[in-house]
């Protein structure tokens, strides 16, 4: 039987910047008390749903949600659009508001027949990178925006500040051994630098390390320090990969 994906957007200090409202039908913010009007009035029509202003952090905001929510898609509110990664030459590439609703309610409802609690879609928005051969993924890290299905044993530990996804998906592989990516679609977001409201706010070099630190003691090796490379630079020091070893 089919179930219903809320598409639930967590926000905070960014009233005037959701841009996800355009990237995807029915979605509902997620706001703190106090910021409660001030997103009624720069995002008329969507619904609002607020948290207590004593709940500081996305990954306890994330937690609420997931408490609140069960069979929930958490979307991050500076998603421009879902777009296809399999698409060929002369093909359309951006999914329509509609159709984003449609893809995450598809993966979502694939994600429960399998057996899985937790799914998204893959983080390579470059069709050249794509896979035709392995379009779904059972394993791996699932970055920002991420989906869940009710009555699983996860949960978001407040001690990973900046690094709830990475917490999430070590918590998943050690408990279920499987998720659920789609990588024929892909979020695209706006650019990284210069945000402002949300984690940018708390997101610092000594914070990073101590997450870093936190996530290696409850997974070991399979949490290490990025490196550079020739074809790509880390965004700042102390940046993460998780190595799930199966």
């Known amino acids: 039987m089919a179930v219903e994906i809320k598409i639930v957007i967590p926000s905070m200090g960014r009233a005037k910047k959701v841009l996800t409202k355009n990237a995807i039908t029915h979605g509902i913010l997620c706001v703190p008390e106090s910021e409660a009007k001030e997103y009624a009035e720069y995002n008329p029509g969507m619904e609002i749903v607020t948290h207590p202003d004593t709940l500081k952090g996305l990954t306890m905001k994330r937690q609420f949600i997931l408490e609140k929510f069960g069979n929930v898609y958490q979307f991050d509110d500076d998603a421009t659009c879902i777009k296809r990664v399999y698409i060929e030459k002369g093909e359309t590439e951006k999914c329509s508001a509609e159709e984003a609703y449609d893809i995450i309610q598809y993966v979502g409802n694939c994600a429960k027949l399998a057996g899985c609690y937790y799914f998204g879609l893959g983080k390579e928005v470059n069709p050249l990178a794509y896979n035709e051969f392995q379009p779904i993924g059972l394993t791996g890290v699932i970055n920002g925006s991420c989906g869940f299905i009710e009555g699983s044993k996860l ?10 996804d990475y ?12 998720c659920w990516i789609d990588r024929r679609f892909a979020e695209v977001g706006a650019a990284y630098a ?4 949300g984690c940018a706010n708390y997101r610092t070099t000594d914070q990073e390390k101590e997450d870093t630190l936190f996530l290696r003691k409850c997974f070991g090796e399979a949490i290490k320090v990025k490196e550079d490379t020739k ?11 998780l190595t799930i070893p199966f």
């Open 231 to 241: 074809l790509a630079k880390r965004r700042f020091e102390f940046q993460r990969t």
């Open 194 to 197: 210069g945000n402002t409201g």
């Open 167 to 178: 917490w999430m998906a070590g918590l998943n592989a050690y408990l279920y051994r499987k």
């Open 155 to 164: 949960y978001y530990n407040p001690k990973a500040v900046l690094s709830e």
